[in-house]
C-alpha cells in the first residue's frame, strides 16, 4: 500500500525500524505472527488485504464492546454488593449516603464515561468495518480492480489509523481472553469470503 504523507508524516528510517525490530521480544501468548486468517493468503493480495482490514475492524468493534459489557457487569455487583451491605447495617440515610453513595460515585461516574467511550468507539469501528464490507462486495463481484481497491484500502487503512490514534485503551489480558473465540469466528468468515470469490 503507498505511504500517505499527508496523514502519517515522512516514513520511519529503516535505521529506527531495525532497531525498534532487534528489541522486540515476542509474547507466546499474543504472538504477532499469523494474526490475520491464514486462508486469505490463496488471494490476490488486494482481495486479502481488504478481508484483513475489515477483520481488524470486526475484532476491535467487538473487543470493545464485550469489555464495556464486562464493565457494566461488575460495577452492577459491585455497587448491590455494596448497597446490600449498607442495608444490612441498617445505616440511617446521612450514613448510607457518607459511607456507601459517596465512596462508590466515583466508580460510577468512571464505569459510565469508560462505557460510553468504548461503545462509541465501537460504534465508530462498525462504520469502518460496514464500509470495509462494501468494498469487498464491490471487489468480490469484479466492479472494482486492484490499482481502485489499493486506493481504496489507503483510504480505509488511514481511517482505522486515527480511530486507533484516538479509541480509549483496552487491557492487553482481554484480548487474550477473548483471542481464541474471535480467532476461530473470524477465520470461519474469512473462509466465506475467500469461498465467495473463489466461485467466480
Request: neutral net charge; proline residues 6%.
Amino acid at each position: 500500500m503507498p505511504w500517505n504523507e499527508p496523514v502519517s508524516g515522512p516514513p520511519v528510517d529503516r535505521e529506527d525500524i531495525h532497531e525498534a525490530a532487534s528489541r522486540y521480544s515476542a509474547d507466546p501468548s499474543a504472538p504477532l505472527e499469523n494474526w490475520y486468517p491464514a486462508v486469505v493468503d490463496s488471494l490476490p493480495f488486494f482481495q486479502a488485504r481488504l478481508i484483513c482490514q475489515r477483520t481488524n475492524c470486526w475484532w476491535d468493534s467487538k473487543l470493545r464492546r464485550r469489555y464495556a459489557g464486562w464493565i457494566i457487569a461488575a460495577v452492577g455487583v459491585l455497587s448491590l454488593a455494596i448497597v446490600a451491605g449498607g442495608l444490612m447495617q441498617k445505616l440511617t440515610l446521612e450514613q448510607f449516603v457518607l459511607v456507601v453513595a459517596v465512596p462508590l460515585s466515583p466508580t460510577l461516574l468512571w464505569a459510565i464515561r469508560e462505557v460510553n467511550r468504548q461503545r462509541d468507539a465501537a460504534s465508530a469501528l462498525d462504520r469502518l468495518k460496514d464500509y470495509g464490507s462494501s468494498l469487498w462486495n464491490q471487489v468480490a463481484k469484479g466492479l472494482v480492480d486492484d490499482a481502485k481497491a489499493t486506493a481504496l484500502s489507503r483510504e480505509l487503512q488511514d481511517a482505522i489509523l486515527q480511530r486507533r490514534r484516538e479509541n480509549p485503551f483496552v487491557f492487553d489480558w482481554i484480548y487474550r481472553r477473548l483471542r481464541n473465540s474471535y480467532e476461530e469466528q473470524m477465520n470461519v468468515n474469512a473462509q466465506q469470503m475467500v469461498d465467495e470469490v473463489s466461485r467466480r
